[in-house]
C-alpha cells in the first residue's frame, strides 16, 4: 500500500468518475527510484510542516505528479505533510481559507505558505 495514495473508497469513487488518481493503478507510472526518494525525502525533513508532528507522514507533490511527471524525483517539488495536512492542506486548491475544500483529485500550488501559516496560526493559540 502507498502511503501517500488515498483511501481506497476514494480511489474507487475517482475511477467511477473517470478521473485521475494517484497511485500506480492509474495516471502516470512510478519511477523505481520513487521509494527510494521519498524515505530519503522525510528521513531529511521527518516532521509535517503545517504541524511538525512525525507520525503519519506523507510526501506531497507540489506540482502533481500526474501533471508534471518529470519533476517527481525532484526535492523542491516536495514537502512533507502529515496524513491530515496532506488532505486538509495539500489537496485544498485554495487552501483551507478558501471557499473550495480538500478534494485528492486537487493541489494546492501554495501549500508551504498555507503550511506555515497553519502552522504560525498554532503558536499564537492561548
Known sequence: TNPDS???????EAQD?????YGDSVGADRSGKW??????????????IACDSPSGLNVHHIKPFHVHPELELDPKNL??????HHFHI????DGP???KGPN?????????RDAR???DSLSLAP
Do not use: I, M, Y
Not at 514537502?79 to 491530515?84: A, G, H, I, N, Y
Open 6 to 12: 488515498p483511501p481506497p473508497d476514494q480511489v474507487a
Open 17 to 21: 468518475w473517470g478521473e485521475f488518481t
Open 35 to 48: 521509494p527510494t526518494v521519498r524515505k530519503r525525502f522525510v528521513e531529511d525533513h521527518p516532521t509535517c
Open 79 to 84: 514537502c512533507v505533510l502529515c496524513r491530515e
Open 90 to 93: 495539500g489537496h485544498d486548491p
Open 97 to 99: 481559507w478558501g471557499p
Open 104 to 112: 485528492w483529485k486537487l493541489s494546492n500550488p501554495n501549500v508551504r
Open 117 to 119: 501559516k497553519h502552522r
